[in-house]
């Protein structure tokens, strides 16, 4: 029997079997999203749900980011774990604001040495796809920070997913390092790429019209960049340097808009540190030379994304103030996501030459019934970015160029993007701070 396949077969176990070696007091960690295995973390759960678990353990903590799907480990039921959100999906939000998790501040470039610096990793928990004849398995859809956890794990657990696409560009684990494994056949999770209505529509032209051929790429996921991957497809010879490999981009490099041939680095490659979306997503990494998953210490590097001429960071908002001030993470004190990388691609594009930075999003919330654009964030609210780096502002009314302005030239700029039924309170409010005459 080949060599791998038996080393292979001496550590394959269920997940059950598994959960049973978590032991009290570790620090454990999982990467993003897809990387996230449902089945060990499910047996992990059920097994902490057991009264008595919490006789026989201190707190475990589990460190991830972004979980897609429901997860057993997040029942309000479970004892003795704590959750840890570096940036959260819809359960590790509910834990937060269920008194049940807790936050880790920071922005996801700084992930990989935060945990190399001030974090110990007593285990390391992934899905993964199935192994080569090499004995190496692939991360698939996540380098992230992979290979710090990796390198620190002291024990390293994998799901086995044949459905995980293999991504020769990215992070691979040999069995040699594998401490256990289990397998679990199941589809990922997929996000239908969003249909954008006729604000999103707006917005995506407004963007698209400020993109000259052979501009580099980051956008994130949702109406508004679809919208704007809809109205680049007769542009020339574009890139891809993102945080996240979206449907849009896929579209966009089928269709020939991608070349990445302008781009000074990665000289025609597509890079991503993470990639989530749809079926068509996954299919186009698998085995896919042209695609490069690297560390997001690395990808989402301002340094890195400055050396690209051109480069266009596209992001949301769920509200802005006059001063420009960008809050994307919390709705008041409740918690909603984190800082994510908002800030390094708004930073690295401001420093690029040519680059520019759109902030994005509808001028209204709540059905019509509350405007994004506000004289001062919610109080609790958190800044994800700057007064200072942000650049541009776009709504279905337009778009405000911020960077360069006063806060007087700033706010008459927003407010004329704002949803006009809030312009005269926005007015108004200025007015009464002292900012407008």
Known sequence: MDRHKSLYLQKQMTAQEIAEQV?????????????VPVAIMDAIG??????????????VRWNAMLDLEPLKVLDRSVNGILPVTWFSGAGLRKAVNESRGDVMPCY?????????????????????????KHGFFSTGCSASYSEVILEKAEKIYLEVNDRMPRA????QIHISQVTALCENSRALPVLPAAKP??????IGNYIAEEIPDGAVLQLGIGSVPEAVGNALTGKKDLGIHTELLTDSMVRLIECGAVTNERKPIHRGKTVATLAFGSQRIYDYIDDNPSVLMLPVDYVNN???ISKMPDFISVNAALEVDFFGQVCAESMGIRHISGSGGQADYVRGAVLSPGGKSFIAFPSTAKNGTVSRIVSTLSTGALVTTSKNDVDYIVTEYGIARLRGKTLRERTQA?????????????????????ILL
């Open 108 to 132: 996801y470039r700084d992930v990989p040495g935060l945990i190399r610096e001030h974090q110990r990793v007593e285990a390391v928990f992934a899905c993964v796809s199935p192994m080569d």
């Open 46 to 59: 059920e097994r902490a749900s057991d009264p008595a678990w919490m006789s026989r353990t201190s707190e």
């Open 414 to 434: 927003l407010i004329a993007v704002a949803h006009p039924k809030f312009r005269e309170q926005l007015t108004f409010d200025a007015k009464a701070r002292g």
């Open 23 to 35: 032991q009290p007091g570790w620090n454990c960690f999982t990467d993003i999203a897809a990387a």
């Open 197 to 202: 209505d006729e604000v999103s529509t707006a």
């Open 302 to 304: 301002p340094e890195v």
């Open 168 to 171: 020769p560009g990215g992070p």
